[in-house]
């Protein structure tokens, strides 16, 4: 297991011991649990992730720390759109989407002033970080 896997690891097992609360890095911040299938394998996998609300809509930004690639479950979503988050004790089914224009900078900018973090990842990096909205099914 990589130490990412075993980081990660550690936090869903925090996460559902603490019905969605955690400390270390995500101290602090609304964290779900994202369910999502490999793009080729289609194997499930489940990673923690810091969220905002926009009414009904959940969404996460798919920064991977200002790394100049998208991470794995953002490719994930784009094909299996269809999948389901935790938040808190609760499991809720979503169809995940990417913003797009002004829609992503509105909501791009709410995640930088409420998360400063999110700008030092923009600036870490020349691609346009997703946005990707989730919304309930």
């Known amino acids: ?4 896997d075993d980081f990660n690891k550690q936090i869903v097992e925090e996460f559902r ?3 969605g609360k955690v400390g270390g890095p995500f101290e602090g911040m609304p964290v779900l649990l994202l369910h999502h299938k490999g793009a080729k394998t289609g194997t499930e996998r489940v ?6 609300q926009d009414g009904d809509r959940l969404f996460v930004i ?6 100049p690639t998208n991470p794995d479950w953002f490719h994930n ?12 004790a609760e499991v809720k089914p979503v169809t995940a989407r990417v913003a797009e ?5 509105q909501l791009w900018e709410r995640q930088k002033a409420e998360f400063p973090q999110f700008a030092e ?9 997703p946005v ?3 919304e309930p099914r």
């Open 101 to 105: 224009g002004a829609e992503r900078e």
């Open 47 to 52: 990673n923690p992730l810091a969220y905002n």
């Open 62 to 67: 798919a920064s991977k720390g200002g790394a």
């Open 121 to 129: 990842y923009e600036k870490g990096t020349d691609r346009t970080i």
């Open 1 to 4: 297991m990589s130490e990412r």
């Open 77 to 88: 979503l784009k094909a299996h759109p269809e999948t389901t988050v935790e938040v808190g």
């Open 132 to 134: 990707v909205i989730l």
């Open 17 to 19: 011991a603490n019905a």
